[in-house]
């Protein structure tokens, strides 16, 4: 007998729930393959925009339009429009076109599904996305503890880095998937959820993800219990710092950080970072206007900057990046890539202000966990980075909100 088509709302339902799976599964995915979240963040937003534009196309345009008149916005497309700008003087057109390839289309799936799934999320999405995560953190630890039994299984390569891309994304989701599910009721899987994130941070190699870990419960607690001007005071402050101090970051750390602190951070490789730091920053200081390019950290000891740093710290230019996204922001876009970084940041802040509690709270633990880990780890364009932030972003958003000021913005993405 000839199937029947699915009625429109029926096919919309369906497409919501596979994309709701994609977004739940994702840390998982992580786990068993560590580039994997740009490729299941990708699904899930065209799973969302199939459904939406079935269930009314013109409300799916208002939802994804409406957010960039904000001010939030305007600061973050000049920032995207000087990016691209600045592929223009790159020295590597290829390289960098290469770069941006794979973080713009990533960055424009977070933003479809920061927009369009909040609202349309299956009410058990929330609880698989608990099981995916406690089972993400439990291989980590499990996996760690066994040397590597999983990815021997897997035919992966046999190293513990390979498990830090995954910590450091349990640390962006746990917060907010976390709080979906308080506010959803489910009280014991939201501890569950944080409990065994931790766990797979702290059993990780990691030094960037338990930084992250730390900053990230820290603010939180200081957003939950303090006055909400203090709270955003201090995030403002972090974050301005982090974006000043970002070209003179070696140069300072050398100077006050003890012998002592190094032995304790061997792991973290703490000399190379601040040698790295310096170089870098020595790179910003050669040319503070309009930076050596968008996309040219990877060769940055190529770029004709480059060849103002002394011959001594110039040789750590090609580690591949800062290691530092604030000064990897100071080094490929100059000082008006980081104006606009910091106009972002504090708007975002603004826009966290407005929140009620505990969505407050967890906002600002979020971005005090990715500011964290920005300022010590990672290519900021990467992929995966920018595709665990989609998914931090929209449980975020898919949070139940109460009151008139929730009511008024549960369309503008956080």
């Known amino acids: 007998m000839k199937a029947l088509p699915l009625a429109p709302k029926d096919a919309a339902v369906r497409f919501h729930g596979a994309g709701g799976v ?56 000049a920032f995207l429009a000087w990016s691209l700008i600045a592929l223009v003087w790159s ?28 609202g349309r999320i299956p009410a058990f999405v929330a609880r698989l996305g608990a099981v995916a995560l406690v ?48 506010q959803g009721r489910t009280r014991g ?19 960037a993800a338990q930084l992250g870990l730390l900053a990230g419960a820290a603010m939180f607690a200081a957003g939950r219990l303090l006055p909400r001007r203090v709270g955003i005071g201090l995030a403002g402050l972090g974050l301005g710092l982090a974006v000043a101090l970002a070209p003179v970051e070696g140069d300072l750390l050398a100077r006050t950080m003890p012998e002592a602190a190094h032995e304790r951070l061997v792991q973290s490789s703490s000399r190379a970072r601040v040698a790295i730091a310096r170089s870098f920053g020595a790179a910003v200081a050669a040319d503070p206007w309009r930076g050596a390019g968008f996309g040219t950290s ?6 004709p900057v480059a060849q103002a740093v002394p011959p001594e710290i110039r040789v750590l230019l090609g580690v591949g990046h800062p290691h530092n996204s604030f000064l990897q922001v100071w080094a490929e876009l100059g000082l008006p890539g980081a104006f606009l970084a910091a106009l972002t940041l504090m708007l975002l802040l603004a826009r966290i202000a407005r929140l009620e509690q505990p969505d407050r709270a967890t906002a600002l633990g979020l971005v005090a966990c990715a500011a964290a ?10 992929a995966w980075w920018t595709a665990g932030l989609g998914a931090a972003i929209t449980w975020m958003r898919a ?13 503008s993405p956080a």
């Open 91 to 118: 020295p590597f057109p290829a390289a960098s076109l290469r770069v941006a390839g794979e973080f713009l289309p990533t960055l424009i799936a977070a933003y479809l599904l920061a927009c369009l799934a909040p």
């Open 298 to 303: 990877a060769r940055f000891a190529e770029t």
């Open 373 to 382: 880990i920005a300022f010590v780890e990672h290519n900021g364009w990467a």
């Open 135 to 182: 089972l993400a953190g439990l291989l980590i630890a499990v996996d760690l503890a066994t040397d590597l039994a999983l990815e021997r299984a897997l035919g992966h390569r046999l190293a513990a880095f390979v498990h830090n891309r995954p910590a450091l994304t349990l640390d962006l989701v746990a917060g907010p998937l976390a709080l979906v599910l308080w």
């Open 189 to 207: 899987l939201a501890a569950a959820v944080l409990i065994f994130a931790a766990l797979g941070v702290l059993r990780s190699i990691s030094g």
């Open 22 to 77: 994609l977004l739940a599964i994702m840390p998982l995915a992580m786990v068993l393959a560590n580039r994997a979240s740009p490729v299941v963040i990708g699904l899930a937003a065209l799973a969302f925009l199939a459904g939406r534009l079935i269930e009314d196309r013109a409300e799916a345009r208002r939802l994804l339009l409406a957010p960039l008149a904000s001010p939030l916005a305007g600061a973050a497309l």
């Open 399 to 411: 949070a139940p909100w109460s009151g008139a000021v929730r009511t008024r913005d549960r369309d």
